[in-house]
């Protein structure tokens, strides 16, 4: 009997090694895909200053589940930019979908300009130039958005082989943000999303992406969403097991 097929879809910043304890908590029963998107791991490094638009890393992931495509729809796993991706890919190709599990996707466009003015207005927060050193990297954008997402001097807390890591990958990261900032997919749009899917948040995450995960939870007809107390953006990696364990019960229930 052929396997179902779990696709796992990292973070930005980081590569598939996000995944790699959830990948062998399911490989025994599933066909478990976990890729790095493109500019990481394997794919090797994005060009510094190449454009890019995540519909490129969208395009790559429906070519990696069209290879075998008889194999049926895929459960969509994803964090942060993964988690966005998981659901425009339910979006852009719903045959190739089973159900998504997704940690605080980054579905900015479902915030609505007057009802979440509160939530939208933190955006403004992240520069929208990137402005390079001499060795091709702005530390100083990298540590807004680490901050934006973790608290102030959450940068300078990083272990340093962390900071090197963002640096190496640090204009590929810009990019996905600006161009997933500028979606405007609305509520109505995700709405139409009809797998089941597991919207997952932290309780201590920024407000903005607790109104995404609250705004999903109340448009997907098919939806669980649950917030997990003591944790922030980063969840599925300081507090993997409970995590793991929540998506690994969906992919189930799904299956």
């Given at each position: ?10 973070s930005?910043?980081f ?34 200053g ?40 339910a ?9 998504i ?10 915030l ?17 130039e ?43 990261v ?19 999303i009809?797998?089941p ?8 995450s920024p ?8 705004k ?11 917030l ?28």
């Amino acid at each position: 009997m052929t396997k179902q097929r779990v696709l796992m879809v990292h973070s930005g910043g980081f590569t598939s090694r996000q995944w790699r304890k959830l990948a062998a908590m399911l490989a025994p029963g599933y066909e478990v895909l976990n890729p790095d998107l493109l500019g990481y791991g394997e794919t090797g490094p994005w060009p510094a200053g190449k454009p890019f638009h995540f519909r490129e890393d969208l395009a790559f992931l429906e070519a990696l589940l069209d290879r075998d495509a008889g194999a049926g729809p895929a459960h969509l796993v994803g964090h942060s930019y993964g988690g966005f991706l998981a659901l425009q890919l339910a979006l852009a190709r719903p045959e190739l979908v089973r159900s998504i599990a997704a940690y605080e996707p980054v579905a900015f466009g479902i915030l609505d300009d007057a009802a979440d003015a509160d939530a939208r207005s933190a955006l403004a927060l992240v520069r929208t130039e990137w402005t390079p050193d001499a060795s091709g990297t702005d530390e100083e954008w990298l540590r807004g958005f680490i901050d934006w997402w973790n608290g102030a001097g959450a940068w300078d807390h990083l272990a340093e082989e962390t900071r090197a890591a963002f640096r190496a990958v640090g204009w590929k990261v810009f990019q996905e943000v600006i161009t997933l900032a500028a979606d405007r997919t609305d509520e109505a749009t995700y709405a139409t999303i009809a797998v089941p899917v597991l919207v997952m948040g932290g309780a201590n995450s920024p407000l903005t992406e607790r109104r995404v995960v609250e705004k999903l939870g109340a448009a997907l007809p098919r939806v669980t969403a649950r917030l997990f107390d003591g944790m922030g953006h980063m969840g599925p990696i300081s507090h993997a097991a409970l995590v793991n364990d929540a998506i690994a019960a969906h992919v189930s229930a799904a299956s």
